[in-house]
Structures are given as C-alpha cells and as structure tokens.
C-alpha cells in the first residue's frame, strides 16, 4: 500500500471493499457531505464529515452518532493503540477520544488555521499540520516542537522508526527523525529552513515577529557564506526582511528583494452572476482551466473559501474534484487565509524587485532532526 496525501469521496457515505477481489462489500450511508474514515478493526469503523459529525459502525450498521463533534469540518482520524482516536478539524483543534465516542479525554489547539492532518506517532506522541504551514510535534498533549514548512501540510504519517513524513505543497515529502544517525547534512537542513523563510516571506500575511526576530542582521552577511552559487538567503535589516542571493564568483551577498508593506488594498468591481452578486471585491481571480479558458472568481476577505469555490464548481459546472485545489489557492492568495467572519486590518507583506532568477536545491526526500525534551 502506498500512503497518499489526496484523500477524496465523491459519495457522502462509507464504502467497505473486499480485500482481493476489489468488490462492494458495504456501504454505510448517513453523512450530508464528503466523508474521512477510520477503520479501527474488521468490524469497527469511525466516519466523519463536513457535517461535523462522527458516526461509528459495527458490523456495517451504525451504533452511534455524534453530532457536532467539531465546529467545522472534520478532516482525519488516527488510531491510537488500544485506547482511542485522534480527530482534526477545520476548527483549529485536535481531540482525543474514545471508541466508544461518550467521552472526550482532551482537546489541544496551537494552529493558527486549519488543521488538515493529525498522526500518532507512539505513545506520547503525535503530530498534526495545515493551512499554517506548522508540523507541531506534542508530547503528552503539550506542544513540544514546531516546523515551518514552505507550504500547507496536506498529510502526515509515521514509519516503523518512530519517523514523521510529511506531504508538503510544494510537492514535496520530508521525513523527521529523532536518530541522530540519520540527520540530513546541515546545508540540507538550512536550505529546507530558508525554504520555509521565503514561502512564509511572500505569503498574503507575511512574516510573523516571531520568525523575523530569527533571521540574521543585514550587519553579519560577512558571517554568511553561501554554499552554492545562486543560494537566496533571508536577512532583516532595520527590522525588516530583505532577500540576499550568494554570488559565488565573488564571493559576497548582493541584495535582490525588499519585503515590505503593501498597503491598503483596492477593491476590483464585479458585474455579477447568480451565484456572485454585483460590487466590488478584495480580489478577482482568473481560474484557467485545462482548456486554458478563463473564468472569473471574485472574492471578499472574510469569507468562506470552501463555500465560494462550492459555488464557484457549481456556476461552471466543473467537477467536485477541484474543489480542494481551488479552496487551497483562495487560502494561500489572500490575507484572510479564507477564513470566514471579520478580518483584522492589516499590513500584508509582498517580496518584490527579484532581478535574478532563484535557484533553489531540491530537497525530495531528507531526514531532519526533532530536537529531544
């Protein structure tokens, strides 16, 4: 079997298969929309939705529902051992319950958005990761380790080592290792973590204070020496972040980017449909498809983005299966990151003037050290 990151049901409802013979074994109705589910053992299954709901099934009927089970979508379930099950959910949370679904144990929240994967990894610990771009390693339900990415973590797994794996959006998969024999080379690791600095540098919201407070002062790039030519490095000058790429030739950083604020933002006009209604919005995309025509998606901060792309399919009669990848562009476009309700104003932050192109290493498959408490 091979672990995959897309998980998706075009049915709201559960399907059992017989094992060798790829044959419809059961099928397990009673969800409104798309469906996660957990098998527990040959004869114990958990399903959840976007109708915020957990059903359990034995035998293929089902013993008990809870309703609400999250204030958003539920996205994945894990296992763990004997005692119960992880679940996440759009609502920035992850709980712990058991088989039987009467009791909550416990309820953890650190994400800042979404968390679209959640992984027990053995027994005191899991993993979780999103739309915040954060792989965040708890111990005992206490966040140990946080990992930025370059790009939402669709999916998490672990192996027979006790290894995290994640699947980035950048298309790629990295493995996370307690072992110190078998640590990536420490320009791996850097690339990997300059990776992170720039998607997070050229995201809608920008740096945090946090992740700028980390980079190097503008006053060491002589402390700095690149590893390869063409390397693109982060450095804050004046407490604000400026790209720097390595010229090997002559040995020294050459400034190509500024990251600053881009201000107040204008509002495009949209003539309306009937699903859009006539104004003006903080953004009008142009969504090409494989034909390569383009149609228009307006969009206002504040709101759904699962609900827009829904109509947004609907309007051009696409199928459902964009409609993960198109909720994905509206939350990694926009400052909202597609969360619905009122949005704090800001000051977006934008890398701009790159005279060069970046060159940087392809990272497919590495280890990285998670740091020991």
Known sequence: FFFSSRRRHTRCSGVSWARRCVQETDKLPG??????VLAVDDDFIVTGSQDKAINFWRGGKKVK????????????????????????????TIKFWTFDGVNVLNMVGGHSSFVFTVQHVNDDI??????????????????????????????????????????CADGKIRVFTQDQAR???????????????????????GMSPEQLDKLPDASQLGSFKGKTDGEIRLFKSNNKPEAYIWKQAESK???IGDVIGSGAQSKSFYEGDKYF???????????????????????N????????????????????????????FIRNNTRSRGKAGPQKQSQPL????????????????????LKKK
Not at 31 to 36: E, G, L, P, Q, T
Not at 183 to 205: D, Y
């Open 65 to 92: 529902s809870v309703a609400n089970a999250h204030n958003d979508i539920i996205r994945e379930f894990s296992k763990c051992g004997t005692i119960g099950f992880l679940s996440c959910s759009n609502d920035e």
């Open 183 to 205: 640590v990536a080379s420490q320009q791996q690791i850097e690339e990997f973590e300059r990776e992170a600095e720039m998607a997070n540098a050229q995201g809608p919201e």
């Open 301 to 328: 901060d504040g709101d759904s983005a699962l609900e827009v792309a829904e109509k947004f399919i609907v309007r051009e009669g696409l199928n459902k299966g964009y409609l993960e990848q198109i909720t994905s």
């Open 126 to 167: 899991f993993a979780s990761g999103g739309e915040d771009r954060v792989l965040k390693v708890w111990r005992n339900e206490l966040g140990q380790q946080d990992v930025p990415h370059p790009g939402t973590i669709w999916s998490i797994t672990a192996n027979n080592h006790g290894d995290i794996l994640t699947a």
């Open 277 to 299: 209604p006539q104004g003006e919005y903080d953004y009008i995309f142009n969504i090409e498809d494989e034909s390569n025509s383009k149609r228009l998606l307006p969009y």
């Open 253 to 255: 950083w050459d400034k």
């Open 350 to 369: 934008s890398l701009i003037h790159i005279s060069e192109p970046t060159r940087l290493l392809s990272i497919s498959y590495a280890v990285f050290c």
């Open 31 to 36: 969800h409104s929309y798309a469906v996660c």
